[in-house]
């Protein structure tokens, strides 16, 4: 009995961690997807950067990371040395959507706050 009860909490407290990052842009039908991006010890060490520019010209609408059950076993069976993880990159809608240049701190401010894509100038 004491057995199963361990084994049913160990099951419990093993919940998938999941989070999305929305950028506010309409996605479109194009994903990229990492079912096992490899990060390391418990996370300390990142996966590599998912390169999307060439797949998304229009930016980025989405980002979700989750940690399956299947990449938190491998985890565990590394004793967390190897923590992989699955990422899906959903790439932002074509559209009417206008790149405009912005060269002041204000005007910035004013484009992020409406959510428009900008190029930022250097002086």
């Not at 009860?5 to 961690?17: K, P, W």
């Not at 989070?19 to 997807?33: D, F, M, Y």
């Not at 985890?75 to 932002?92: D, E, H, K």
């Not at 405009?100 to 706050?113: F, I, K, Y």
Request: aromatic residues 8%.
């Amino acid at each position: 009995m004491r057995r199963a009860i361990i084994i049913v909490g160990l099951v419990l407290l093993s919940g998938c961690y999941h989070a999305t990052v929305n950028t506010g842009l309409a996605p479109g039908p194009v994903s990229i997807k990492k079912g096992w991006a490899s990060g390391w010890i418990a996370g300390l060490v990142p996966p590599s950067t998912v390169e999307a520019m060439q797949q998304c010209p229009n930016g980025v609408a989405s980002v979700e990371t989750q940690l399956s059950f299947a990449n938190q076993l491998v985890a565990w069976l590394t004793g967390y040395i190897y923590t992989p993880m699955s990422i899906v990159v959903t790439c932002a809608a074509g559209g009417n959507q206008a790149m405009r240049t912005v060269g002041s701190a204000d005007e910035w401010r004013d484009a992020v706050q409406v959510g428009e894509s900008f190029l930022v100038a250097t002086r």
